[in-house]
């Protein structure tokens, strides 16, 4: 491989190790989409100054208490879980076994040697704004895969308990399943905006999609990045959307350099492809994590796939059109032996000088 051929490829390469390291984190059990749906119907009694949702689809409670109001959530066996003090400190009791089972989905964890619900409380302080979210196992469905819509389980009444200024009050809801909508049209439409992209004249679809597909990927994972069940997938997707829409504004300016306008639009598709990834689920489920719009959070996903599909091909295919070849990196010497009169051999009378 020659010199030129490993600069154009240094910048698509680099990008896509980049990536690699950049996706770690999101890997870290985020919240995913699924097909349960769980909802808070009531608060009882009636309490002025607190409110309470469930935020990505099942994946947490979320609790809002106003200034003055004291709130204690329950755990598991009835223990202090959660307080939010009159003030909006928000402190976690780091003796309280739900502490660490929630931490996990499925509570497939291990609990300290020093958890003990019935033991004084180690509160510890995780906030400051009135405001606590947190995965509770009471308000989804437990056990892997997707449940039997025939069985009872699709519908299920569950109850939080905790106590507002010392008097006991429950958070009421319902979580329920709902029918997958179908992915192939989502998949269709990658598939075909890949085969544009691919063959289309000079591949303005593909260089062109990239810093745009890459502004709809920003818009759609800032709104996942504002929910506690989306922070870290939102947030990837931002910055996978940002870097996108850099290689690809990159990309389109510099068309008097083929070989980088070539990788940067490579680079930028593998962001693009980087950000949907993880994020496939969303095409097969029917209760997402993000409060955009369903129909946006799937074109999201099925647009960068295909526009970053068609934009590596594209890409690659440039950087390899663009390559100089073996034969022209070859010495005169190497064509032959011939060299034109003029050259520095034949004017210096050299041993193949017809004059000698």
Do not use: K
Request: with cysteine; hydrophobic share 45%; charged share 20%.
């Amino acid at each position: 491989m020659n010199r030129r051929t490993r600069q154009a490829w240094r910048t698509p390469v680099l990008a896509a190790a980049f990536l690699v390291l950049l996706a770690g984190p999101a890997a870290a059990d985020p919240a995913e989409p699924g097909d349960v749906r769980s909802e808070v119907t009531a608060i009882t009694p009636a309490t002025d100054g607190v409110t309470a949702e469930v935020v990505g689809g099942d994946s947490f409670l979320r609790l809002r208490v106003e200034p003055g109001r004291e709130v204690v959530v329950l755990g598991y066996a009835d223990e202090p879980y959660l307080r939010v003090g009159a003030d909006g400190t928000v402190e976690v009791n780091d003796r309280s076994p739900a502490r660490w089972l929630n931490e996990d989905r499925q509570a497939a964890v291990e609990l300290p040697a020093d958890v003990d619900p019935e033991a004084p409380p180690a509160w510890r302080v995780i906030g400051n704004d009135g405001e606590a979210a947190w995965h509770d196992h009471r308000i989804h469905r437990m056990g892997p895969g997707r449940p039997d819509p025939t069985a009872q389980e699709i519908g299920q009444d569950w109850q939080v308990r905790l106590t507002v200024d010392g008097r006991p009050v429950t958070i009421e809801g319902r979580y329920r399943y709902l029918s997958p909508p179908p992915a192939w049209p989502w998949w269709a439409l990658a598939a075909v905006v890949a085969a544009v992209g691919i063959g289309w004249p000079r591949s303005r679809v593909a260089s062109g999609g990239v810093p745009v597909t890459g502004a709809l990927v920003i818009v759609v994972g800032s709104r996942l990045a504002t929910l506690p069940a989306g922070g870290a997938q939102g947030a990837m997707a931002v910055a996978l959307g940002a870097i996108a829409v850099a290689l690809g504004l990159a990309g389109l300016l510099l068309r008097r350099r083929p070989s980088v306008q070539s990788a940067c639009t490579a680079a930028g598709g593998a962001a693009l492809v980087a950000s949907a990834v993880p994020r496939l689920g969303v095409l097969s489920h029917s209760v997402l994590v993000t409060d955009a719009p369903p129909w946006l959070d799937r074109l999201s996903v099925s647009a960068a796939l295909g526009v970053g599909v068609a934009a590596v091909v594209v890409g690659v295919r440039g950087v390899l059109a663009t390559a100089p070849r073996p034969a022209d990196q070859l010495a005169p010497a190497q064509l032959g032996g011939y060299q034109p009169p003029g050259t520095s051999a034949s004017a210096s009378g050299g041993p193949h000088d017809p004059r000698s």
